[in-house]
């Protein structure tokens, strides 16, 4: 099972950025789904969260700026950020908990990281 980022880039504060993340492999179903960040110096830090079922939540300092989506079809996640600032300039992490066999083991899964970067 792979993940694989795409989306980041350098943006002015204000400005919106969508970011998305495609699993690949072999497994039977995606639990959870959602977004880390690291800022440099900082601990990966939890960002936003999709069930599912499509029941999100997310951090506070985010909320009401960033939305998270999914497509069950395509086994990918999204994170529409809008109104960036400077303080979430950091390293994105997307991470899915996959449902590997119909035992139903099943482990999480991180992608391997994109850098969003907001200019003041």
């Known amino acids: 099972v792979q993940l694989v980022e795409s989306g980041g880039g350098l943006v002015q504060a204000g400005g919106s950025l969508k970011l998305s993340c495609a699993a690949s492999?072999?497994?039977?179903?995606?639990?959870?789904m959602g977004w880390y960040r690291q800022a440099p110096g900082a601990q990966r830090e939890w960002v936003a969260i999709?069930?599912?079922?499509?029941?999100?939540s997310y951090t506070e300092s985010v909320k009401g700026r960033f939305t998270i989506s999914r497509d069950n079809a395509k086994n990918t996640v999204s994170l529409q950020m809008n109104s960036l600032k400077p303080e979430d300039t950091a390293v994105y992490y997307c991470?899915?908990?996959?449902?590997?066999?119909?035992?139903?083991?099943?482990?999480?899964?991180w992608g391997q990281g994109t850098q969003v970067t907001v200019s003041s």
């Open positions: 999709i069930s599912k079922g499509g029941s999100t």
């Open positions: 492999g072999s497994f039977v179903s995606i639990d959870n």
């Open positions: 991470t899915m908990n996959i449902i590997r066999n119909l035992m139903g083991a099943n482990r999480d899964y």
